[in-house]
């Protein structure tokens, strides 16, 4: 009786990991959901990089989607910031980044305040 249950362990424990595995790489084969779609979470953001021509900045996203943002008005000599700092009325990390919201950064020793105009999906792809 004893040997059948820890045999029942191991054969529940094993299929539990085999489904674990499953769904940790469903998330990558799986269609993306409509706030996936297009909601960049602020505590995803990976990397950035400001395109100066056309004035726009483009967010990458942990998961490898790419978001292009515009802001109102100018922000002077945001393409030599070297760090920003997201910044939402909701306060958490899961909040989306909208219009209204701000992007700061420092130039020479003060903190400059970008607000966005806009923020849009790049693409549909999945990496």
């Known amino acids: 009786?004893?040997?059948?249950?820890?045999?029942?362990?191991?054969?529940?424990?094993?299929?539990?990991?085999?489904?674990?595995?499953?769904?940790?790489?469903?998330?990558?084969d799986a269609p993306l959901t409509h706030r996936e779609a297009r909601c960049l979470e602020i505590g995803?953001?990976?990397?950035?990089?400001f395109h100066r021509a056309n004035?726009?900045?483009?967010?990458?996203?942990?998961?490898?989607?790419?978001?292009?943002?515009?802001?109102?008005?100018?922000?002077?000599n945001f393409s030599f910031a070297q760090a920003i700092a997201l910044r939402s009325p909701d306060g958490t990390a899961l909040s989306c980044l909208n219009t209204g919201d701000v992007?700061?950064?420092?130039?020479n020793g003060m903190v400059q305040h970008c607000y966005i105009r806009s923020v849009a999906a790049l693409g549909e792809q999945r990496h």
């Open 103 to 107: 992007i700061s950064y420092r130039d």
């Open 44 to 49: 995803r953001v990976y990397s950035w990089n």
């Open 55 to 76: 004035r726009t900045l483009v967010l990458e996203s942990d998961m490898q989607r790419k978001f292009q943002v515009h802001f109102m008005g100018y922000c002077p």
């Open 1 to 28: 009786m004893k040997f059948n249950l820890v045999l029942t362990l191991l054969a529940g424990g094993l299929a539990l990991a085999l489904a674990g595995d499953a769904a940790a790489r469903a998330p990558h």
